[in-house]
């Protein structure tokens, strides 16, 4: 059964390519080198190869706002981003 984790896809390349070329698989590696653990997979409905990368795993809320010491008073505070 196939793998149904969340992935973003880095980088698209067409399954046609030069003989001998293998751009996606080299996308992959220079992605690993600096860190990110990329893999190449085949999408057969629009034939090509895509470079992807599995999405980082949140740690799950309650836990993400569970006070750092017992009678902590933890506040959120949701402010816009300002650029």
Same mark, same amino acid.
């Given at each position: 059964?196939?793998?149904?984790?969340?992935?973003?896809?880095?980088?698209? *390349?067409?399954?046609?390519? /030069?003989?001998?070329?293998? $751009?996606?698989?080299?996308? +992959?590696?220079?992605?690993?080198?600096? !860190?990110?653990?990329?893999?190449?997979?085949?999408?057969?409905?629009?034939?090509? *190869?895509?470079?992807?990368? /599995?999405?980082?795993?949140? $740690?799950?809320?309650?836990? +993400?706002?569970?006070?750092?010491?017992? !009678?902590?008073?933890?506040?959120?505070?949701?402010?816009?981003?300002?650029?």
């Amino acid at each position: 059964m196939p793998d149904q984790s969340a992935h973003t896809v880095l980088e698209r *390349f067409p399954a046609a390519g /030069p003989r001998g070329s293998w $751009p996606a698989d080299e996308y +992959a590696a220079a992605q690993r080198a600096q !860190g990110t653990n990329a893999q190449v997979v085949m999408d057969l409905r629009t034939d090509q *190869f895509l470079v992807v990368a /599995p999405l980082p795993v949140a $740690p799950p809320r309650s836990a +993400a706002l569970r006070p750092s010491r017992p !009678g902590a008073v933890l506040c959120v505070f949701r402010t816009p981003l300002t650029t």
